[in-house]
């Protein structure tokens, strides 16, 4: 044991990796392309901190600070000599060296930066929503803002639509609820900011009650063509929140059959689709889903 204490207290040369994380860019500016991960310290030190540094610290990393560079424009891009030494101070406060290191592998970087562009785009909600008893969405979200500003490389943001949010889980939910969510950033780095980082998501709750009304089938396509369906009216019951049952009327439905001559179904029996309903109903079934029908001739 005091052989080992003797080894230990004895000052040794030695090289140390250490992984790097750039820090503070350019609000305007993306890093891009391949940066330098990785800083070699060579330094001269005693056998407790090689074995604190290089066996008890796993994966050391530090911070590289870029809020001071100089850049120059080269083929549309920013570029950046940086000298490892002038970080030397810096890396031995953040990884608690009790000495200066000799030497800095490689003893520069070259980093190149594009232009941030920007883009806005609409931001969609992210919800699982699960709901008590005879309760339901009453009408659509309201997301507020309901676009955002994402920054990002020009041919990245190119690509992007719509932004999600973090996804949010309310559940048994029996009247309105709003919340505050932030925006999901991919982990592809695609996205590297976004402006504002949250938004308000109001989730309208109501309870509903179950109505069944009576409508005639209207065919679509077959021009000219002149149709009768058996049945002619069908039954579709639908849901619709208690606060708007008093808004609803038979006029706001229309059910429709569509009539290709050039696919014509098998069984001689088109399928029906709700071609209009207030956007706060909630379509349960339509009896019959499929109506038989001919086409009427007309005599000269």
């Keep these: 044991m005091i052989w080992l204490l003797i080894v230990l207290s004895r000052d040794y040369s030695t090289s140390l990796p250490v992984s790097i994380e750039y820090d503070k860019v350019p609000n305007n500016l993306l890093l891009v392309g391949e940066p330098e ?3 070699i310290l060579n330094l001269k030190t005693n056998g407790w901190n090689i074995l604190k540094y290089k066996y008890l610290k796993k994966h050391p990393t530090v911070l590289i600070d870029l809020s001071s560079l100089n850049l120059k424009r080269e083929n549309g ?9 002038r970080f030397q101070a810096e890396i031995s ?19 190149e930066f594009e232009a941030v562009a920007s883009k806005k785009v609409p931001v969609v909600a992210d919800l699982q929503l699960s709901f008590k008893k005879q309760y339901s969405l009453s009408d659509s979200l309201l997301i507020s803002p309901d676009s955002v500003l994402i920054f990002g490389s020009a041919e990245n943001l190119s ?9 949010v889980a309310v559940e048994n939910a029996d009247q309105d609820k709003t919340l505050m969510t932030g925006i999901y950033m991919p982990g592809d780095q695609s ?14 709750v109501s309870e509903y009650t179950e109505e069944t009304i009576v409508l005639p089938v209207h065919v679509e396509g077959g021009d000219g063509l002149k149709f009768k369906t058996f049945p002619e009216e069908v ?6 929140p208690l606060r708007h049952y008093a808004r609803v009327s038979k ?5 429709s059959a569509l009539y290709d001559p050039e696919k014509p ?12 309903r207030p956007a706060f109903v909630k379509v349960v079934k339509i009896s019959p889903d499929r109506v038989e029908y001919i086409i009427i001739k007309e005599t000269p």
């Design 251 to 255: 006029g706001f439905f229309e059910v």
């Design 191 to 204: 996205i590297k900011r976004v402006r504002p980082e949250e938004v308000e998501i109001f989730i309208p």
């Design 265 to 276: 179904e098998a069984d001689n029996r088109l399928p029906l689709t709700v071609k209009s």
């Design 77 to 85: 891009f920013f570029v950046a000599t940086v000298l490892t030494s």
């Design 37 to 39: 991960n990785k800083l």
């Design 235 to 240: 039954s579709l019951v639908y849901h619709v």
């Design 93 to 111: 406060d953040q990884l608690d060296l009790p000495t200066l290191f000799n030497e800095l592998i490689p003893r520069e970087i070259q980093l």
């Design 159 to 167: 690509g992007i639509k719509t932004v999600r949010t973090l996804q």
